[in-house]
């Protein structure tokens, strides 16, 4: 019937539209972890080391430091350790946010074509936050003891991390076991999306606000690569320019020994880790968080327009 193929297109070019934000999110996704995950494990093992001992120095004195004795210990695969967990999810993760922000636009927008305001990002941004918390918050639990653990063993902690984990799998079988079954994979759910919604509101406002800045208006549609690559690198960075303190007690909860805490909650930890090392405890892994997300984020973003470009 006639009527039936009219009624039909809407959708099929919705679905269309998914696969598509599905399968430029899963590249860059890829581009993002490849170029910024030895920076992630430097903040990760800057977060998750212990406070010193009275008089004694810290594990690590800084950035520079943590990769010196990564590379002296692990060599250069040591700033690739946890990477499994990312990399067998990342499709999912990427293909998550980007394909909720497009349905999102899709949604907000007035008709077809139209582009949308910076506000509407924020709120696309928002929305792509809640849904990618859940697949993050089990991914990142895994990925932060993986990485952890060296720095909590060296220093002889007593806590579960300490536990030699054989790879993601090891930790995921570990949790399942004997942290609570699948309640346990989401330890740090509320951080995380205390993190994820404010952070990917920023950063995809901030997106389209260069956008539109570089391209004088609000088509967008002519911009080069280069001002892509600009464009999500500080989109990037506006993110952990945001959220980083939430990053930092995600960390330390997601480490957390599960017989004996060091913390009750997400509050307990902010302030512990307030009274005991001051503001600057909240931005630990500050400098190589933010030295990773400008290229790591410029790349996704590069890699996602032009895979989404090049799908028509």
Same mark, same amino acid.
């Given at each position: ?14 679905? *269309? ?10 590249? @860059? ?15 990760? &093992? ?8 009275? @008089? ?5 004195? *800084? ?18 350790? *946890? ?12 293909? !998550? ?13 007035? &008709? ?19 849904? !990618?918390?859940?697949?993050? +918050? ?18 002889? %902690?007593?806590?579960? !991390? ?43 406002? !901030? ?7 570089? /391209? ?20 990037? /960075?506006?993110?952990? /320019? ?33 009274? %005991? ?6 931005? &630990? ?14 790349? +996704?973003?590069? /890699?996602?327009?032009?895979?989404? %470009?090049?799908?028509?």
């Amino acid at each position: 019937m006639p009527g039936g193929n009219v009624d039909g297109e809407p959708f099929a070019v919705q679905m *269309g539209d998914v696969a598509k934000d599905l399968t430029a999110g899963t590249i @860059g996704g890829a581009a993002q972890l490849i170029v910024g995950h030895p920076f992630d494990t430097i903040k990760v &093992k800057l977060q998750s080391q212990p406070a010193p001992a009275p @008089g004694q120095p810290p594990r690590y004195s *800084g950035a520079m430091d943590a990769v010196r004795q990564t590379l002296a210990a692990e060599g250069p695969r040591g700033l690739y350790k *946890g990477m499994g967990a990312p990399l067998a999810t990342v499709a999912a993760f990427n293909a !998550v946010l980007f394909t909720v922000r497009g349905q999102m636009e899709a949604l907000l927008r007035s &008709k077809p074509g139209v582009p949308l305001t910076i506000d509407q990002q924020v709120v696309c941004g928002a929305g792509a936050g809640i849904a !990618v918390s859940f697949l993050a +918050c089990p991914t990142e639990l895994i990925k932060c003891r993986l990485q952890a653990q060296s720095a909590l063993a060296s220093a002889g %902690s007593t806590t579960t !991390v300490a536990v030699k984990y054989g790879g993601p799998m090891d930790v995921a079988r570990h949790v399942l076991r004997s942290e609570g079954g699948t309640r346990g994979l989401f330890k740090g759910l509320v951080p995380t999306m205390a993190r994820e919604v404010p952070g990917n509101a920023a950063m995809f406002g !901030v997106y389209e606000a260069i956008k539109q800045y570089l /391209a004088g208006g609000q088509d967008t549609s002519g911009l080069g690569r280069g001002s892509l690559i600009v464009a999500g690198g500080l989109a990037g /960075a506006s993110f952990w /320019a945001l959220v980083y303190p939430t990053d930092v007690v995600k960390s330390v909860i997601q480490v957390d020994g599960y017989k004996n805490p060091k913390y009750s909650g997400s509050l307990d930890a902010f302030r512990k880790i307030l009274a %005991s090392e001051g503001v600057k405890g909240l931005y &630990k892994g500050f400098g190589p968080a933010m030295a990773r997300s400008v290229p790591a984020n410029a790349a +996704c973003f590069l /890699a996602y327009e032009v895979t989404r %470009s090049s799908l028509g």
